[in-house]
C-alpha cells in the first residue's frame, strides 16, 4: 500500500502530461484544418472572379489562376526547357490561427528590381528542389504559369496546394526571410505570387 502511494504522483504527473500533450495536439490539428479552410476559401472566390483566367496544369494536378497586371512585348515562347530571368514575390492569403508571422499578405519570398539582378533559372527547375532554394519555393504552380507568359509579363498568379507544396509543410530558409518572420509554409497553402518575367535566354 505505501508503494502504491509512494508512487502516486509520478503516476498522476504521466496522466496530466499525456492529457496535456493530446491537448496540445487536438489544438494544432484545429488550426490546420482552419487553414486549410480559409485557404480553400479564398482560391474558390478566385476561381468566381472574372479577373481572372484558369490555367489547366498538364499533370492534371489542378489549375492555377492569374490576372495579367501587365503586358509585355516579347513574342518568343518560355518552354519547358528555356531558361528564364525574373522577379518573383509570394505571399499568404489568409491567417494561420495563433501565429502572427503567418498573416493574410505577409511576404515569405521576395526577388525584386530593388534586389539587384533578377533571378535566372531553368523553367523546369521551378518547383522542384535543386541547390538553389528560390526555384523550389516559387512552385509547380508557378512553372505552369511561366510557359504562358512572355517577356515583359507582370502576372498575379494563384496556386493551390496541390500545385504548390502539397501536404506538407515547407520550410524557409532563414537568408530568404528575416529571422523574426515566417519560417515555414504550412501544409495545404494557396499561394498568390507576382512574377515578372524580364528575359527568356532560350
Same mark, same amino acid.
Given at each position: 500500500?505505501? *508503494?502504491?502511494?509512494? /508512487?502516486?504522483?509520478?503516476? /498522476? ?17 484545429? =488550426?490546420?484544418?482552419?487553414? *486549410? ?10 476561381? *468566381?472572379?472574372?479577373? #481572372?483566367?484558369?490555367?489547366?496544369? %498538364?499533370?492534371?494536378?489542378?489549375? &492555377?489562376?492569374? +490576372? ?9 515562347? &518560355? ?9 518573383? $514575390?509570394? $505571399?499568404?492569403?489568409?491567417?494561420? %490561427?495563433?501565429? +502572427? #508571422? !503567418? *498573416? ?7 526577388? @525584386? ?11 523546369? =527547375? ?6 538553389? #532554394?528560390?526555384?523550389? !519555393? /516559387?512552385?509547380?504552380?508557378? $512553372? ?27 520550410? @524557409? ?21 507576382? &512574377? ?7
Amino acid at each position: 500500500m505505501k *508503494r502504491t502511494l509512494h /508512487l502516486l504522483p509520478s503516476l /498522476l504527473f504521466v496522466v496530466a502530461v499525456l492529457v496535456a500533450a493530446t491537448a496540445c495536439s487536438k489544438s494544432e490539428d484545429d =488550426s490546420a484544418e482552419r487553414w *486549410r479552410t480559409a485557404n480553400d476559401a479564398a482560391f474558390a472566390a478566385i476561381k *468566381r472572379d472574372a479577373a #481572372y483566367t484558369e490555367i489547366k496544369s %498538364p499533370g492534371h494536378e489542378g489549375s &492555377i489562376y492569374y +490576372k495579367e497586371l501587365k503586358k509585355g512585348t516579347g513574342t518568343k515562347p &518560355i518552354l519547358f526547357t528555356s531558361t528564364v530571368s525574373l522577379y518573383a $514575390r509570394g $505571399r499568404f492569403v489568409a491567417d494561420y %490561427p495563433d501565429n +502572427k #508571422y !503567418i *498573416r493574410q499578405g505577409t511576404v515569405f519570398q521576395s526577388w @525584386l528590381e530593388a534586389d539587384g539582378v533578377p533571378f535566372t533559372t531553368l523553367v523546369s =527547375s521551378v518547383g522542384k528542389v535543386p541547390k538553389d #532554394y528560390r526555384a523550389h !519555393i /516559387l512552385t509547380n504552380g508557378v $512553372r505552369v504559369a511561366l510557359q504562358y507568359m512572355h517577356e515583359g509579363d507582370r502576372w498575379e498568379v494563384w496556386v493551390p496546394y496541390t500545385l504548390g507544396l502539397g501536404e506538407n509543410d515547407g520550410s @524557409l530558409f532563414v537568408n530568404v526571410m528575416p529571422s523574426s518572420s515566417a519560417t515555414k509554409i504550412p501544409a495545404y497553402s494557396t499561394l498568390v505570387f507576382e &512574377i515578372e518575367v524580364v528575359g527568356v535566354h532560350s
